[in-house]
């Protein structure tokens, strides 16, 4: 029996010209919260679908929990949870009716668990689910998911486009709910404040790639945040090794480096910086500056000055 | 399932009930403008069609979003499963549509009206039914398909779906069996990823024939484009558009003018008088193959077309395929007045012995003549008396419905076309006797229509058919029957000339003689339409000109090539290659053609890893696109 919730092998996917995924490989230990996170098209929906066997690969393969994504047999779908950023259910039916009817597919169904989630949301059975706002929606989708009692949930971007009160009220339920000891759940945010809360494991994706799968503390330690004075004589962007993001602020540059040792202050210092300092990043800084730094943009674009 | 099934039919069914009473009114308004019972109400019908094809194909569609896709497979059923919860829910909601509205009329008919109601129009809800249910699962597949050309297979089986066999049995099977069989193809077409083909060969096979018949009907089409649209553009008199010398020019003649062009090459010595007498003679045709007996049963009924009207008594006298007797209803009381059966009028059904009952419906015509495949009879109403006219020798049939013309009533049976005296024919208990017995000159198979001119001693006929002198050889025969002197052959007329080069004319062989021969074999075993015009002995029996057999070898072999190339280019598996070479080997171009589209050769070169796109293939690519 593999430890291996998920398995990715050089997994490709290209729609006509497009490569969506890249050379692909990732893998995922059971049990835990795993992020991931990656700027729009970094390919994590397509991910997701090609786990789920919803697409087939270009190249490579997949599996999930030591079945091959393609393959799934009923029984190996039954022990995965899946919330989409639409939360799609039936809207013509009732939200009581939709329960009982995915609750008919479940001997494992905890109906604890549901109750548990359902009361963080103001949600009255007897409504139909498309009468249900977004995030009660949400909430009511959570729910299903994990009354399942999945071995693996995935939560792609469950939060998109919820308010405030209805993310607060989406993560406490996931938080707090009874789920079983060896779930894995996977959760896909943009928002890094949900990633930082719960996330144990940070799996970045851009353009398709794998460029991180580490702890979030792991991550923040790539990140390096320099803040120091820099006479005209300045390196060009480019030029600098693992550059992410230069500001000026106050006329003091604040520079963002990835995987730059202590050392590096050795080479500002050689490039004419003086009065140098590093400073601790929080983690959403340093995905954000991490994800925009591969940004596409206009090639004539000057440099902040 | 059961409750995804539920679910499902409770999705639809206030649309399904909508939609049962909108068809309810359409029919009642329909019954208020004419019987809605004859003909076969073919506008509800492709209502039918059409409705049922896009409730398919939207129900599937809907479930196809993404996100929806992935919350409708993501559960402990298997896939198979949902699809028939859901296939049976929309299946329910068509039954609600279909056959309750159809049944609700018969039975409202039998009961309040004088209207005769057989079981074939309560069983035809059932084939009503079938046809929604059909329609359905097209659209399903047309939804579900990973190939968008699947809707050629749906319209493939649509064509031997709807071909009305003389056996209602066979009719109701093929039904059944149509249905199951694209059932089947939902079923496989019905996986977590919908951009793949179907994994199975059987089900690759099944998907690929009906599709390779309408490729053959298509590619048929496309002779408009290639072939008669240029030539209609750089002709710049449409008339010469038809050649002179040929069969068709000489039909396109007016009636008057055929026999002077058919005899002014001729050495025949009165051809001057002939072609004269001709030109004024009034001129008639006699249809060989018109529509033939119809058995207890079947569809399509024309109810009008099988009654007599008694005007004197105000009776209405309609076939009644259950009784297979006549029955007489008064139109005022809407009383049984009695029936008719080949021993004449009986007054109630408890005294009908089985031989008083019609093996086959006859045709009933000009409100007298009752027609059998061996008799025509005479009802005299006032009398209540049933006399014989005419009896067809021994050996005899008759192969159609008498017609009756201006000067003259004919009667064609396999072996002979009899010319009747009007007059003799409606005189009242006389038996007739024909004025002309005339054999066929050749195989009625190949004789298509027979031209009758009224001479001033009797008829000139003139026999004519594109296969008259054999398999794509056209031809006309002119037979002077005088009224003394007996019937004369007096000239044959061959023509050489085809309008048409003769890889046009048999295009459709030449695409693929296997196919050609297929869909002949289907319709001489369903009896579907007068398939004398498409006798299975002029496909198999190797008269095709030479160069025709000679390029569809051709096409073959090229179309083998391609394939095999094809599939190595975009990876196909080695048992698929196998089976689609085997295919090919058979089927040639529609095979090429339905391979390209069943495996979305285009996408997958440009997708598949490892390959180099070689000059060759971007060609390729830019040629397909």
Redesign the interface.
């Known amino acids: 029996m593999s430890d291996l919730c998920i398995e990715t092998k050089n997994l490709?996917k290209?729609?006509?010209?497009k490569i969506a995924l890249n050379d692909f490989s990732l893998n995922i230990a059971k049990g835990g919260i795993h992020a991931i996170v990656g700027s729009n098209g970094a390919g994590k929906s397509t991910l997701f679908?090609l786990l789920?066997?919803?697409?087939?690969p270009?190249?490579g393969h997949s599996k999930l929990m030591g079945g091959f994504s393609?393959s799934?047999s009923?029984?190996e779908?039954?022990r995965?949870g899946?919330v989409?950023?639409?939360h799609?259910?039936?809207g013509?039916?009732k939200v009581e009716?939709v329960k009982?009817?995915?609750q008919?597919?479940?001997p494992q169904w905890n109906h604890n668990i549901y109750n548990q989630v359902i009361d963080h949301f103001d949600v009255d059975p007897k409504q139909k689910v498309s009468a249900l706002s977004r995030g009660e929606r949400a909430g009511f989708n959570l729910s299903m998911s994990l009354a399942q009692r999945p071995t693996l949930l995935i939560l792609d971007e469950p939060t998109l486009g919820l308010d405030v009160v209805a993310r607060q009220s989406f993560l406490e339920a996931l938080m707090f709910a009874e789920t079983e000891d060896d779930m894995t759940t996977i959760y896909c945010s943009h928002q890094m404040e949900e990633v930082e809360r719960i996330a144990e494991q940070l799996i970045i994706m851009e353009q398709g790639r794998l460029t991180n799968n580490s702890t979030p503390e792991d991550f923040c330690k790539r990140i390096n945040y320099w803040v120091t004075d820099w006479d005209n004589k300045k390196p060009k962007d480019k030029e600098i090794p693992g550059f992410l993001s230069r500001r000026v602020i106050d006329g003091r540059q604040h520079i963002l480096t990835v995987d730059q040792g202590d050392n590096f202050s050795g080479y500002l210092k050689e490039q004419g910086a003086s009065d140098i300092h590093q400073l601790p990043v929080n983690l959403e800084r340093a995905v954000n500056a991490f994800l925009t730094a591969n940004h596409k943009k206009p090639e004539n674009l000057p440099e902040y000055s | 399932m059961l409750a995804l099934f539920k679910a499902e039919f409770n999705r639809y069914r206030y649309w399904a009930i909508f939609a049962l009473v909108q068809h309810l009114f359409v029919l009642s308004f329909l019954a208020k403008l004419g019987p809605i019972l004859e003909p076969l109400n073919n506008e509800v019908t492709l209502l039918i069609i059409v409705l049922c094809f896009a409730f398919g194909f939207v129900q599937m569609m809907l479930h196809k979003r993404k996100n929806h896709w992935v919350f409708l497979l993501q559960r402990p059923l298997d896939a198979s499963k949902i699809y028939l919860a859901l296939a049976l829910a929309g299946i329910m909601n068509v039954l609600i549509v279909v056959p309750v509205a159809w049944f609700v009329m018969v039975i409202g008919f039998d009961h309040f009206t004088d209207t005769i109601i057989d079981m074939r129009h309560y069983s035809f809800g059932l084939f009503l039914a079938a046809i929604g249910v059909f329609t359905y699962l097209i659209g399903s597949l047309a939804a579900l398909s990973a190939s968008r050309f699947s809707v050629l297979t749906g319209l493939g089986l649509f064509v031997v779906f709807q071909s009305t066999s003389e056996y209602i049995l066979l009719q109701s099977s093929i039904a059944l069996m149509v249905i199951l069989y694209l059932l089947y193809l939902n079923i496989g077409s019905f996986k977590p990823d919908l951009s793949q083909p179907l994994k199975s060969r059987l089900a690759t096979v099944m998907l690929a024939l009906p599709m390779q018949m309408m490729i053959v009907t298509l590619l048929l089409l496309s002779t408009q484009l290639f072939y008669h649209l240029p030539k209609f553009m750089l002709t710049s008199n449409p008339s010469e558009l038809i050649l002179e010398g040929t069969i068709d020019y000489w039909q396109d003649l007016p009636a008057e003018e055929r026999v002077k062009f058919l005899v002014k090459n001729s050495n025949l010595e009165n051809k001057t008088w002939l072609a004269r007498q001709a030109e004024l003679a009034s001129s008639g045709v006699i249809n060989i193959h018109t529509r033939r007996f119809s058995k207890k049963g079947q569809y399509p009924f024309r109810d009008k077309s099988f009654s007599m009207e008694d005007k004197a008594n105000n009776n209405l006298w309609v076939f009644s395929h259950d009784e297979m007797l006549l029955q007489g209803i008064n139109k005022k009381t809407g009383k049984v007045v009695g029936f008719v059966g080949l021993n004449g009028f009986i007054e109630n059904l408890s005294t009908v012995h089985n031989n008083d009952r019609f093996n086959l419906v006859p045709f009933l015509l000009k409100d007298r003549f009752i027609v059998t495949e061996n008799t025509v009879y005479m009802m005299d109403f006032e009398a209540k008396e049933l006399s014989v006219k005419v009896n067809v020798p021994n050996g005899e049939k008759m192969v159609g419905r008498p017609q009756f013309t201006e000067g003259f009533v004919s009667m064609v049976t396999n072996n002979y076309t009899y010319l009747y005296e009007p007059a003799d024919m409606f005189a009242h208990f006389d038996l007739a006797f024909p004025a002309y017995s005339l054999a066929h000159p050749t195989e009625i198979s190949q004789i298509s229509r027979v031209d009758t001119y009224a001479m001033v001693d009797g008829f000139l006929l003139i026999y004519m058919g594109n296969n008259y002198y054999g398999f794509d050889k056209p031809g006309a025969e002119i037979i002077y029957a005088k009224r003394d002197n007996g019937i004369q052959n007096i000239y044959k007329m061959f023509f050489e000339k085809h309008n048409d080069p003769v890889l046009i004319r048999h295009f459709e062989y030449l695409i693929s003689p296997f196919l050609h021969t297929l869909d002949a074999m289907i319709y001489h075993t369903l009896k579907a339409y007068p398939v004398e015009e498409h006798p299975l002995t002029t496909v198999i029996s190797g008269v095709m000109p030479s160069l025709v057999n000679l390029v569809a070898l051709i096409l073959h072999l090229l179309s083998i090539v391609i394939v095999f190339w094809l599939s190595r280019l975009i990876n196909l598996d080695t048992k698929k290659s196998r089976l689609w070479l085997i295919m090919t080997g058979l089927i040639g171009i529609p095979a090429l053609l339905s391979f390209v589209f069943i495996n979305k050769v285009k996408g997958n070169i440009q997708v598949k890893p490892g390959l180099k796109k070689s000059v060759l293939s971007k060609r390729l690519n830019s040629t397909l696109s």
């Open positions: 490709t290209q729609f006509g010209q679908r789920l066997g919803m697409e087939s270009t190249s393609e799934l009923a029984k779908r039954g995965i899946y989409n950023e639409e799609t259910l039936p013509w039916m009716a009982k009817l995915q008919s597919f479940y």
